[in-house]
T-cell receptor, first 113, second 115 residues
């Protein structure tokens, strides 16, 4: 079964405590991406990766890091989380250069106190 | 810059009413793709449809239909005979069709269908 798996699904943390949200896909897709969803703002892209070792900033990259050491994994790192990073995060994948649908993970709800 | 506008923030209807969700996009590209996604209260994002810029035929899938008009840069979504289970946030998205593979989303329309 095609899957995009995110962990954790829910997390409450405190300001400044580094955290990582993992994303793994089993569809052999080259392209992976992170979005955040906030009320009234829709989904905004944080970072994306066209393939292993190739990453680039999206529209709201400040305060985030990513890495792509393996094709299937694309972790999102918050080095020093702040309350304005409280959000619902989605990992997504698709074939590189493709224009088909974006496959989304189930989402990770992060609260930073 | 690519832009997708969903002017309706919230819509409420009563079951069995028809409802149309508007989507207007901005682009300078001749080749592009448009999408609709549904986000039910459970939170996941569900793909509904993809349409390329060269295909202006309307699409119908059960109670769902989509009207794509390049002349007005719109890609509207109609639900016929709405049901409570249609209550969700609906997102329209635009893709330039380049190798970048980025989707730009509108802010979403919250649809509530009352019994």
């Amino acid at each position: 079964e095609a899957q995009v798996t995110q962990n954790p699904r829910y997390l409450i943390t405190v300001t400044g405590k580094k955290l990582t949200v993992t994303c793994s896909q089993n569809m052999n897709h080259e392209y992976m991406s992170w979005y955040r969803q906030d009320p009234g703002l829709g989904l905004r892209q944080i970072y994306y990766s066209m393939n292993v070792e190739v990453t680039d900033k999206g529209d709201v990259p400040e305060g985030y890091k990513v890495s792509r050491k393996e094709k299937r994994n694309f972790p999102l790192i918050l080095e020093s989380p702040s309350p304005n990073q409280t959000s619902l995060y989605f990992c997504a994948t698709r074939l590189a250069g493709g224009t088909g649908e974006l496959f989304f993970g189930e989402g990770s709800r992060l609260t930073v106190l | 810059a690519q832009k997708v506008t969903q002017a309706q923030t919230e819509i409420s209807v009563v079951e069995k009413e028809d409802v149309t969700l508007d989507c207007v996009y901005e682009t300078r590209d001749t080749t592009y793709y448009l999408f609709w996604y549904k986000q039910p209260p459970s939170g996941e994002l569900v793909f509904l449809i993809r349409r390329n810029s060269f295909d202006e035929q309307n699409e119908i899938s059960g109670r769902y239909s989509w009207n794509f008009q390049k002349s007005t840069s719109s890609f509207n979504f109609t639900i016929t005979a709405s049901q409570v289970v249609d209550s969700a946030v609906y997102f329209c998205a635009h893709d330039r069709g380049s190798t970048l593979g980025r989707l730009y989303f509108g802010r979403g329309t919250q649809l509530t269908v009352w019994p």
